[in-house]
């Protein structure tokens, strides 16, 4: 039976991720929605055989059926990685007290981390609308958990002010507008101290070694500027599954 329902989170998330990949190319292009999904290339819509997540992508052998130009790897990568952390959440979360609306919280924590990753690390953008739109809903939902809204308050105030430092000091050269209102999102979705520094912790250091990486590589200079959202949504993601057994040894340590 936890097999059945480990491959339903799975099925969810691969469906929800094929969503989100739609989702963040219409946010990008401004564009509705409503609508059949279509090619980028060649703009050609797309059959429903040919828009099965991860399964189509791998029998067109990743190009488009009529133009056969190459289909971005994101597509397969943002729905394998919802499906694996739709599961991996699953999992966590299914012995507690409010399962369903633990679950529901999480999963939507997950999906909004996905869009920042993605539209930030493709074109050094945080998509403001789907943000603001996530911070209220994760408040709300983080209240009927037992959550202070006193506390949720404070923390997104803390994350506020914590980019919002920055970005006075770098001259905004530092950190960009998006990463403030990113901030208060997560204050609001992690309203513990312990929690928040693993995730500005993470971050950083995830960011330092990959833009080392690019300078070492010659993609990048010094000067270069580098999104930071993209770590600050794993820095988050890997704090939701991973953080109190981090934490924990990090105490113990």
């Known amino acids: 039976m936890e097999l059945y329902f480990f491959i339903l989170a799975a099925v969810i998330g691969l469906v929800i991720g094929s969503f989100l990949n739609c989702l963040i190319w219409r946010l990008y292009k401004d564009e509705s929605l409503s609508g059949r ?19 189509s992508f791998i029998l067109l052998g990743g190009r488009c059926r009529r133009c056969q130009k190459t289909i971005s790897w994101q597509y397969p990568l943002v729905e394998l990685a919802t499906a694996v952390l739709f599961v991996l959440t699953w ?27 993605v539209y930030d690390f493709r074109w050094q953008l945080v998509p403001m609308l789907p943000l603001w739109f996530m911070m209220l809903v994760i408040f709300l939902l983080n209240l009927v958990l037992g959550f202070s809204w006193i506390s949720l308050l404070l923390f997104g105030a803390v994350g506020a002010a914590f980019f ?36 500005m912790l993470t971050a950083y250091t995830l960011g330092s070694i990959f833009g080392l990486f690019l300078i070492i590589s010659g993609k990048k200079k010094w000067q270069s500027r580098l999104a930071l959202g993209p770590f600050l949504a794993l820095g988050a993601i890997i704090t939701l599954i991973w953080g109190r057994q981090i934490i924990t040894w990090y105490l113990g340590f």
Not at 38 to 55: K, S
Not at 91 to 113: E, G, H, K
Not at 174 to 197: C, H, M, S, T
Request: glycine residues 6%; hydrophobic residues 50%; charged residues 15%.
């Open 164 to 199: 919002l430092i920055q970005y006075i000091i770098t001259a905004r050269r530092g950190v960009g507008e998006g990463d403030i209102w990113l901030g208060v999102f997560l204050g609001l979705a992690y309203p513990d101290p312990k929690q928040l520094f693993l995730i």
């Open 37 to 55: 999904s279509y090619c980028p290339h060649c703009r050609q819509t797309i059959a429903w055989y040919d828009n099965i997540p991860l399964l």
């Open 91 to 117: 999992q966590l979360d299914m012995t507690t007290q409010n399962f369903s609306l633990q679950l529901l919280r999480d999963w939507l924590l997950i999906v909004t981390l996905i869009i920042i990753f």
